[in-house]
């Protein structure tokens, strides 16, 4: 096609976004197989099989939690970006810019964690990222490096709401509200992915709002123009944008999976009432559970305590169901076709339900005091980020490489599909077996008695390697292709 594209794009500059896309999914699936791979050393040192030191075990811990967090939401960011793309204009030239900050960014974290030993986590607590043993210019190149993310990341979700609002014309119509209340508009209603795309914009600005005051004050105190700030309220911002970050990039893979499933099922998600209902209750209520990682800050006023419990249940309702039930809606009686991504989707089902279920658990402050920061806390996070966020990402780049027709429903990429489920699978129930032993998260040296669930772990590790790997090969071979020509976007368009 020449000319001009739906959203005022040239065709050129439509391919433009589709390259940059691409670019987003590839680099983050490449990190997310680096970071993997950290991942396995620090199972293995779990195991008592190798030795890393605790000096080696913090930086790779710190950089494994940062890496992935950073390479899949990159990946998802990309993906969605390209499913919104053809109705909301994107500029081409704002994804590229987006693109070399966060690779900057990235870049930063890794040489405070690998070369200049910053080891302090991925959440980085507050004193912690100053009161290491590492030298300070580690601790500057990781903060920095964690600013120039979230700069990217705004620019992102700055160019979404923009790109929708003049789309959609006005809040309420780009949050959908004329299928909320059953108005009639003369202008186009948001569909599920587009829709989806915008809540994460607007709780993204929020996110990173709150992780500039988290940071500013540990840059003051760097310069030694503050010598001490309320912690407590940093702590508070700390977790305003790192939990409600991480969610984030769930439901930006919910859009994916919008987007990915239906051209299997040859069936399309409907923009409904539930749907438009359950997406503006979430712009809201991301923002309150965070608390729940306060619980055992006594100082905390209660009511908040409460208010993270409360949030920490409500907010996994509306998007669950519309999710779950929707999924389920377009495979029942549908003549799907069987492939990698859609296998990804039904695991990624899975892992999203049993990881929410242990997350509420853990939400729960009764169950938080005997649960907080052992391996049942990893363990519900990965379920539904390895599952969920990754899984559904990696579907809709599968997707997105192999078309419906394409090697993705080959049988070697089906049985790659079902040994990464499976590989998953073992790998998060060791986890969560540990977190029932009371094994705590975050140490470096485990006794004997903790070993064998490490043990456990590590050939589902392995079997996740080879899945991934496997199918590395047969979808590389498709990316010249996908470069060149990018295929229309799946899923609601056609
Ligand atoms: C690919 C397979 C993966 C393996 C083998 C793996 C393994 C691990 C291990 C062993 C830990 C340390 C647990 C502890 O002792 O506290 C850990 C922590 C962590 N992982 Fe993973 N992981 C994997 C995938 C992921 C994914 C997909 C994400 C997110 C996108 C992720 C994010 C994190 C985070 C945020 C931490 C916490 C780091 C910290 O405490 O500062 N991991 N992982
Ligand atoms: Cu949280």
């Not at 300070?136 to 990781?142: L, N, V, Y």
Request: hydrophobic residues 55%; contains cysteine.
């Amino acid at each position: 096609m020449a000319g001009r594209v739906g959203n005022g794009n040239s065709a050129r500059a439509q391919q433009s976004v589709e390259q940059a896309t691409l670019v987003y999914m590839l680099v983050g699936f490449a990190v997310f197989l680096l970071m993997g791979v950290l991942g396995l050393l620090m199972r293995l040192q779990h195991a008592g099989w190798i030795d890393l030191g605790p000096r080696w075990f913090y930086r790779i811990m710190t950089l494994h939690g940062s890496g992935m967090v950073a390479g899949v939401l990159l990946a998802s960011l990309g993906g969605v970006a390209r499913v919104i793309a053809p109705r909301i204009g994107l500029s081409p030239r704002l994804l590229w810019t987006a693109f070399v900050v966060y690779f900057l960014g990235s870049g930063l974290v890794i040489l405070a964690t690998l070369v200049g030993g910053f080891a302090a986590g991925w959440t980085t607590t507050y004193p912690l990222p100053v009161r290491g043993d590492w030298p300070m210019s580690a601790t500057w190149g990781f903060l920095l490096g964690y600013t120039l993310v979230a700069v990217a990341f705004l620019l992102w979700c700055l160019a979404v709401l923009v790109g929708a609002l003049r789309t959609f014309g006005g809040f309420g119509n780009t949050l959908a509200w004329p299928v909320l209340f059953g108005r009639k508009t003369e202008r186009p209603v948001p569909t599920g992915p587009e829709l989806a795309a915008t809540v994460v914009a607007i709780d993204g600005i929020i996110a990173v709002g709150a992780g500039v005051v988290y940071l500013v004050p540990i840059f003051a105190e760097m310069l030694g123009l503050v010598s001490g700030f309320d912690v407590l309220f940093a702590k508070n911002m700390l977790f305003l944008f790192g939990h409600t970050l991480v969610n984030l990039n769930i439901y930006l893979a919910v859009a994916l999976v919008y987007a990915t499933l239906g051209a299997y099922t040859g069936r399309t998600f409907k923009m409904g009432f539930p749907v438009a209902l359950a997406f503006n209750l979430v712009i809201i209520l991301v923002l309150l559970p965070y608390f729940h990682h306060l619980y055992q800050d006594f100082v905390q006023p209660w009511p908040l305590h409460l208010i993270g419990q409360f949030g920490s249940y409500a907010v996994g309702v509306p998007a669950f169901f519309v999710t779950i039930i929707g999924s389920l809606g377009l495979l029942y009686g549908s003549r799907v076709r069987w492939s990698a991504p859609v296998i990804f989707i039904l695991a990624g089902l899975w892992g999203w339900v049993v990881g929410g279920f242990a997350a509420i658990l853990d939400g729960t402050i009764a169950i938080n005091n005997v649960m907080h920061n052992t391996l049942w806390v990893p363990a519900h996070f990965h379920s539904y980020y390895l599952f969920g966020a990754a899984g559904f990402t990696w579907a809709y780049l599968f997707h997105t490489l192999g078309g419906v027709e394409g090697w993705v429903t080959s049988p070697a990429a089906r049985w790659l599909g079902w040994l990464y489920a499976i590989g998953a699978g073992g790998f998060v129930l060791a986890f969560f077996l540990s977190g029932l032993q009371s094994v705590p998260r975050r140490y470096a040296e485990h006794i004997a008695a903790w070993q064998v669930l490490g043990q456990v772990a590590v050939p589902f590790v392995l079997l996740l390697g080879i899945a991934f790997l496997g199918l590395l090969i047969l979808g590389l071979r498709a990316v010249p292709a996908a470069w060149r020509a990018p295929a229309p976007a799946p899923g609601s368009n056609d």
